[in-house]
């Protein structure tokens, strides 16, 4: 690809050179012996994604600026847009209340802590907000790191190694696939909440291994499906595994207190061995946690690098995350509105004729359309009606499982829920109908 003003490095030292008249110097002349940074195969996908974009007119949907708190609606460039792109699941992020706790914390303790909670990091809201997390799934201890996704690299790359087993679901988060790669593990994906597989699996494969880890997600964030956490239990057991399931998109989402995939399913937490989450969604925040034993928590925050090395969580977003754990044991009726919510956005949408994949119809409702163009012309069509939804195209997913994705907050009306469904039809039916040019647009790709 090309850069500075249509030029290539290469060709733009010449250019300077010859303007100059002189020789390129030695360095002038390496300039261009450093190949580009990055995966060439990643760089050309993108490249490819962005000249289909251009070629059939549609706008780029990403890092659109939101102009206030993203809820039900949203302000994006002046304008007012129903909302289904953001995690805030019981509508805690902008609660006065929730903010409120995060200035108190400011005013006590700053905007950060400045260093490592093991040197001079440790704030008393962090063992109270940890506290607070152990209660929910029932656990001895939990710890908080400033990232969720680092939390699934550092925690899977520090419990197991080069003599253990890693078994993910096919559709994991790539926090998880890149915890799995860090732990140097050997790595299996079964295929997507296919317990007989994963058993047949863990059969060919237990034997070989120290250790195995199992490790799913409570609620899929693509498909809006769940797995089967009593037979995973199960399977567990069966061969002496550990169970670690994420819950960024479960909690405050599923069961009646929000308490996730345990209380859903009617399983017993303590069979899980190690309980991940998330901050950033129903706890209004940016984070990861881990609620498991006292020795694996005490484990964690004595050696695990992305603890140790890496500063405590900002005060203000622990104060974010444990007022908003409070509110969601004080209002579950904030739950109930999600679950009514997603159940009545897939009824909707089903009435429609719309295809919504396996979604259980929680708080994730994909609509699939088979095809990135459909996908990503219907979401900019949607937007120009004040709808903002995105797009999920490839190389995010395989090309025929193109999607629009919904994502649902206790904030949503119904009737809002009713018009976006009708909406979201017809703007497919219009999509589909028209013609696309795929040998004219292969053509002009192949061009550029
Ligand atoms: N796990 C899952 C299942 C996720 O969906 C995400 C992000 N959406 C993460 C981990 C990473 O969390 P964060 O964005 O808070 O870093």
């Known amino acids: 690809m090309s850069d500075n003003f249509g030029l290539s490095g290469d ?30 195969e990643v760089a050309a996908d993108l490249a490819m994604v962005k000249r289909a974009g251009e070629a059939l007119g549609i706008r780029n949907p990403y890092f659109r600026p939101h102009e206030g708190i993203a809820g039900a609606t949203t302000v994006i460039d002046g304008k007012s847009y129903d909302n289904f792109v953001s995690y805030n699941y019981i509508g805690l992020n902008g609660d006065p209340r929730v903010s409120q706790a995060a200035k108190d914390a400011i005013d006590l303790y700053g905007t950060s802590v400045s260093a490592s909670r093991i040197v001079s990091g440790e704030r008393p809201i962090h063992r109270d907000f940890e506290r607070a997390l152990a209660e929910v799934y029932q656990t001895e201890d939990a710890i908080v790191l400033v990232s969720g996704h680092a939390t699934n690299v550092t925690v899977i790359g520090h419990l197991v190694g080069r003599d253990d087993l890693i078994l993910h679901d096919s559709l994991s988060h790539n926090s998880i696939v890149q915890g799995a790669l860090a732990s140097g593990a050997q790595r299996i994906a079964f295929p997507h909440n296919d317990m007989d597989e994963l058993e047949r699996l863990l059969g060919t494969a237990r034997a070989n291994a120290n250790r195995a880890l199992i490790v799913v997600e409570g609620h899929y964030s693509m498909d809006g499906d769940i ?39 009617g399983v017993n937490p303590a ?26 928590i005490d484990y964690l925050k004595s050696s695990a690098p992305g603890f140790v090395y890496s500063v405590g969580l900002s005060p203000p977003v622990a104060a974010a995350g444990l007022e908003s754990l409070r509110i969601m044991h004080d209002e579950p ?7 009514a919510n ?12 719309l295809d919504t994949g396996p979604s259980i119809g929680a708080a994730i409702v994909p609509v699939m359309t088979g095809s990135s163009i459909v996908a990503a012309r219907a979401a900019d069509r949607l937007f120009d009606m004040g709808i903002n939804v995105q797009p999920i195209i490839y190389p995010a ?34 999509v589909r109908s028209e013609r696309i040019d795929l040998g004219a647009l292969a053509s002009r790709l192949a061009a550029e």
């Open 397 to 430: 997913v395989p090309e025929q499982a193109a999607r629009l994705r919904f994502f649902l907050s206790s904030l949503h009306d119904t009737a809002q829920l009713d018009r976006v469904a009708k909406a979201v039809a017809d703007v497919l039916a219009e």
């Open 271 to 296: 069979d899980v061995d190690i309980w991940m989450g998330t901050l950033s969604k129903t706890l209004s925040g940016c984070g990861g946690y881990i609620a498991g034993s006292a020795e694996l």
């Open 333 to 339: 009726d904030r739950v109930a509105r999600l679950q």
């Open 227 to 265: 797995p089967d956490l009593a037979r995973l239990v199960a399977i567990a057991k069966a061969h002496g595994a550990y169970l670690m399931v994420d819950e960024a998109h479960s909690l405050g989402v599923l069961g009646a207190r929000g308490h996730g995939i345990f209380e859903h399913s």
């Open 342 to 353: 997603g159940r009545h956005f897939l009824e909707a949408a089903r009435r429609h004729g």
């Open 11 to 40: 060709a733009k030292a010449k250019l300077l050179a010859r303007l100059a008249n002189r020789a390129p110097t030695q360095a002038e002349a390496h300039a261009h012996a450093k190949p580009p940074l990055g995966r060439p």
